[in-house]
């Protein structure tokens, strides 16, 4: 699966990216995943299976929805961010990708 992250500057999400991908490396998960700001969603979303946003940038769900598409867009809960909550993150995906 291919998930684009949007956040806002990308400093945490740098750190979240990691820990994703390790727990997809140690788990089995066929995995890829890139991170760009909202602002270029657009032109980051081709390939993409979903769009995960960082909390800090919820309130341009809408905005990024309409930039993707047919994409699936969630936002990841401020507390699976902040404490690097891969599993639930990872159920998100899973959530979104059965819709």
């Known amino acids: 699966m291919k998930v684009l992250l949007v956040c806002a500057a990308g400093m945490s999400t740098s750190i979240l990216m990691k820990k994703l991908e390790k727990y997809a490396a140690d788990n089995g998960i066929e995995f890829s995943i890139s991170a760009t700001g909202w602002t270029n969603a657009k032109d980051a979303c081709?390939?993409?299976?979903?769009?995960?946003?960082?909390p800090q940038v919820a309130y341009q769900k809408a905005n990024v929805e309409t930039m993707v598409g047919d994409i699936p867009v969630a936002?990841?809960?401020?507390?699976?961010?902040?404490?690097?909550?891969?599993?639930?993150?990872?159920?998100?995906?899973?959530?979104?990708?059965r819709k």
């Open 75 to 97: 936002v990841i809960s401020p507390q699976d961010y902040g404490m690097g909550n891969c599993k639930s993150v990872f159920a998100l995906i899973d959530e979104l990708l």
């Open 46 to 54: 081709d390939g993409v299976d979903c769009v995960l946003m960082g």
